[in-house]
T-cell receptor, first 114, second 114 residues
Framework: DVKVTQSSRYLVKRTGEKVFLECVQDMDHENMFWYRQDPGLGLRLIYFSYDVKMKEKGDIPEGYSVSREKKERFSLILESASTNQTSMYLC?????????????FGPGTRLTVT | GEDVEQSLFLSVREGDSSVINCTYTDSSSTYLYWYKQEPGAGLQLLTYIFSNMDMKQDQRLTVLLNKKDKHLSLRIADTQTGDSAIYFCAERTHGSGNTGKLIFGQGTTLQVKP
């Protein structure tokens, strides 16, 4: 079974803090994704990566950056957290070698910025 | 542009059938997916359908695809209280290349009443 883990289930940070969210997958997937989920807005793509050290902006990259130094790990960084970044953050991964590209999700990190 | 739309809420009685609908705009969709999210959890892939298929059945789940109307539906037969969750429709378009990028709808909250 594919396993995608996220470093924290719940996180509380103060405005202006630098925040790191970590995601690790154990199935050698090439593609990794970071989403944020807000009620009524569904999932919005922040950044994705299709290979080590490669990254591409998603639909809402402002205020975020990412790092992918190893294939299994994809980090989301909030350089200076703001209250409007309070949200559920979901990481996902997928295999490029199958045409169906289904994504496998981690359990999510609920981030509160006060 | 690419867009996926779902109604936000559906309520059914236990034992009835549930039908969750989704519309999409990109006619180059190659795969369409249904994901389930239980409270406090990440998304779990339920099923997916390739764009050259009209229907796919998997136990209590039936997926219908109408490419002409760009309409996807998920039917859950004999709905149980354990089916209460948020259901997301997603599409992969031809334009996403091998990045594996998916476009998600807003999610439909299914409430099953005993």
């Amino acid at each position: 079974d594919v396993k995608v883990t996220q470093s924290s289930r719940y996180l509380v940070k103060r405005t202006g803090e630098k925040v790191f969210l970590e995601c690790v997958q154990d199935m050698d997937h090439e593609n990794m994704f970071w989403y944020r989920q807000d009620p009524g807005l569904g999932l919005r793509l922040i950044y994705f990566s299709y290979d080590v050290k490669m990254k591409e902006k998603g639909d809402i990259p402002e205020g975020y950056s990412v790092s992918r130094e190893k294939k299994e790990r994809f980090s989301l960084i909030l350089e200076s957290a703001s209250t409007n970044q309070t949200s559920m953050y979901l990481c996902a991964s997928s295999l490029r070698r199958v045409s169906s590209y289904e994504q496998y999700f981690g359990p999510g990190t609920r981030l509160t910025v006060t | 542009g690419e867009d996926v739309e779902q109604s936000l809420f559906l309520s059914v009685r236990e034992g009835d059938s549930s039908v969750i609908n989704c519309t999409y705009t990109d006619s180059s969709s190659t795969y369409l997916y249904w994901y389930k999210q239980e409270p406090g959890a990440g998304l779990q892939l339920l099923t997916y359908i390739f764009s050259n298929m009209d229907m796919k059945q998997d136990q209590r789940l039936t997926v219908l695809l109408n490419k002409k109307d760009k309409h996807l539906s998920l039917r859950i037969a004999d709905t149980q209280t354990g089916d209460s969750a948020i259901y997301f429709c997603a599409e992969r378009t031809h334009g996403s290349g091998n990045t594996g990028k998916l476009i998600f709808g807003q999610g439909t909250t299914l409430q099953v009443k005993p």
